[in-house]
């Protein structure tokens, strides 16, 4: 009979805790900006292009459409995001970064900065550079053998 390895050997767990290592620094920061991570991620994601529809947002930001949906809808209330109006055929308008969105953001952005910088620092940029490609790769493989069709 074939066990499971040991806890501290499983590659979900190490990959949640090297997350939880790099979110720590920037929670504070989220917290005062009144962001919830989600919120932070689909904010940078949007900020990224011009505007987006909530399948690419949610491919985007690996969240999943419920919570996407209640997240755009926090996000609008605040101000944060509008969603264009809707064309005839389209499904559903997308969504674009408004200015106090755009203001937070860039209030936001030196701290994050920082927070990388050092983050950086103590790892070492080939070292990042090296961890990212092969988290990369990884998702691919996985992503390509376990996709669901």
Do not use: C
Not at 117 to 139: C, H, P, S, T, V
């Amino acid at each position: 009979m074939q066990t499971l390895q040991p806890i501290d050997e499983s590659l979900a767990l190490l990959l949640a805790r090297a997350r939880e290592s790099l979110m720590m620094p920037l929670r504070p920061l989220l917290r005062d900006a009144d962001l919830t991570e989600q919120q932070w991620r689909v904010l940078r994601t949007v900020g990224a292009r011009s505007e987006m529809d909530l399948t690419e947002i949610a491919v985007a930001t690996s969240l999943l459409p419920a919570s996407l949906t209640r997240i755009v809808r926090d996000l609008t209330d605040r101000k944060l995001v509008a969603r264009r109006e809707q064309q005839r055929k389209q499904r559903f308008a997308p969504i674009y970064l408004t200015r106090d969105g755009h203001e937070l953001i860039e209030r936001i952005t030196p701290d994050i900065i920082e927070i990388n910088e050092q983050i950086i620092d103590l790892y070492g940029e080939q070292r990042i550079a090296n961890l990212m490609k092969l988290l990369r790769e990884f998702r691919e493989a996985i992503s390509s053998q376990f996709s669901q069709d």
